[in-house]
C-alpha cells in the first residue's frame, strides 16, 4: 500500500489529475469520466483488493488503472490530455508492485498498453 500512496507510487499520477481539476472542467464528457474512473482505481477500488489480498482483483483493477493512463496519455479513445514521459523513478515502483503479483512487465503490457515507460 505504501507504494501506492507515495507522492512517486502510482498514485502520483491521481495527484496530478486532481492538481488539473480546473483544467478537466473545460475537457470533453468522455475525459472526465476517465479521470473520474482512474481516481476511483487507484484510491479506492485498488488499496482495497491489496488490503484484502485479492490477488485476482488487484490485477485486473491494475489493469483497468493502465487503460485509463493509456487513454489520456495516448490518446486511446479520448481526446490526447498529456504526452507519456514517465520518470524513471515512478516506473521502477510501478515495476515493483506490478513483479509482486505477476511474472514479468509483459503481464500488464500487452495490447494498448504495450509502449512501457524508459
Known amino acids: 500500500i505504501k507504494l501506492i500512496n507515495s507522492s512517486e507510487g ?3 499520477c491521481g ?4 492538481l488539473m481539476k480546473e483544467k ?20 479506492k477500488l485498488l488499496p482495497e483488493a491489496l488490503k484484502e489480498k485479492d490477488k485476482e482483483r ?20 479520448i481526446k ?3 504526452r507519456f ?4 523513478g ?3 515502483k510501478h515495476r515493483v508492485i506490478a513483479l509482486k503479483y ?3 512487465c509483459n503481464s500488464c503490457h500487452f495490447g494498448i498498453t504495450k509502449v512501457r515507460g524508459r
Open 10 to 12: 502510482i498514485s502520483a
Open 15 to 18: 495527484r496530478n489529475i486532481a
Open 24 to 43: 478537466l472542467k473545460k475537457m470533453p464528457k468522455e475525459v472526465k469520466r476517465v479521470a473520474k474512473r482512474r481516481q476511483k482505481l487507484l484510491f
Open 58 to 77: 488487484a490485477i485486473k483493477l491494475w489493469r483497468e488503472a493502465m487503460i485509463t493512463c493509456y487513454r489520456c496519455h495516448f490518446g486511446i479513445g
Open 80 to 82: 490526447r490530455v498529456r
Open 85 to 88: 514521459e514517465p520518470f524513471m
Open 90 to 92: 515512478i516506473h521502477k
Open 102 to 104: 505477476l511474472s514479468s
